[in-house]
Each structure stands twice: as C-alpha cells, then as structure tokens.
C-alpha cells in the first residue's frame, strides 16, 4: 500500500488543498492529511476545528484521514508508516521552499516528497490570501470546498 501524508497547517483548507488531494489520490492508495503546529504561524482557528471541517470535506473518502500532529514531519510519517510527503507547489518562490524542505527530511529520514503543481485555475489561492479576503469581508466561498 502506498501511503503519503500531506502536511500543512490548512488555515483554512482551500480548493487548491483539495485539488491536490484529489490528484494525489491518482498516485496514493491512502493520504493522511496532517495538520501540523508552527510555531511562525498564527492560526485563526484551533487546529482541532480545522481538523473537523476537513474530516467533513472527505467523510465519504475512507482513502483520505485527517490528523494533527506537533513533531517533525519526518516522525509524524514514520509513526503512520507513509513513505511519501504529498506537497503543493504554486510558484516558483513555492518551488524553492519545497526543494528545501525535501532535501532535508530525505536527509534526514530518506522519507521522498512528491511535488504536485497547483492546477493554474487554483494557483494564485493560498490559505494567507483566503485569511485576509476574510478579515476584511469578502466572500470566500469561491477559494474553498462546498461542504
């Protein structure tokens, strides 16, 4: 069985999320999508409600589970017995970042990331855009998933 997880701290989960987890899904028998804490981030909402609102976005997906989790990324994937890291990649500042990122949990684990490339419908939504379309009013509705 190939398993991935997909980390990120999802505030909030978006279609481009979603997207990505549909596609994964081609690749992936099982994703776990894995709502880690970071400590340079300041979420809006408890991750424990993120968790519930994207567990209610796959409830008919038996594939797809949600978690959250407060350790390396490496450890979390180790414990659940993934060997993949599912990511999304919009840009190339995105690109950059991720290269990074893979390079030093292969190092460190031999753990593989898979970058998916944001479907260019999707690729100028990110959770900080939704979050502050938000904080000042507007609709939302259209960057994430009917629930």
Excluded: W
Excluded at 98 to 111: K, P, Q, T, V, Y
Aim: with cysteine; charged share 25%; proline share 5%.
């Amino acid at each position: 069985m190939k398993r991935a997880i997909f980390p990120g701290t999802f505030d909030p989960f978006t279609i481009g999320h979603y997207d990505i987890i549909e596609r994964g899904l081609q690749l992936f028998d099982e994703i776990i999508i894995a709502i880690g804490s970071n400590n340079e981030k300041h979420c809006s909402t408890p991750a424990s409600e993120r968790c519930r609102q994207i567990q209610d976005i796959f409830a008919n997906r038996p594939e797809v589970s949600v978690m959250t989790y407060n350790q390396l990324t490496v450890d979390f994937a180790a414990q659940h017995e993934a060997s993949f890291i599912l990511r999304g990649v919009r840009n190339t500042k995105d690109f950059e970042y991720e290269r990074d990122l893979a390079d030093i949990n292969r190092h460190l684990s031999g753990i593989e990331t898979i970058l998916l490339y944001a479907s260019p419908q999707y690729s100028m939504i990110s959770s900080t855009m939704v979050r502050d379309l938000q904080r000042y009013g507007k609709d939302i509705s259209p960057y994430i998933p009917k629930n």
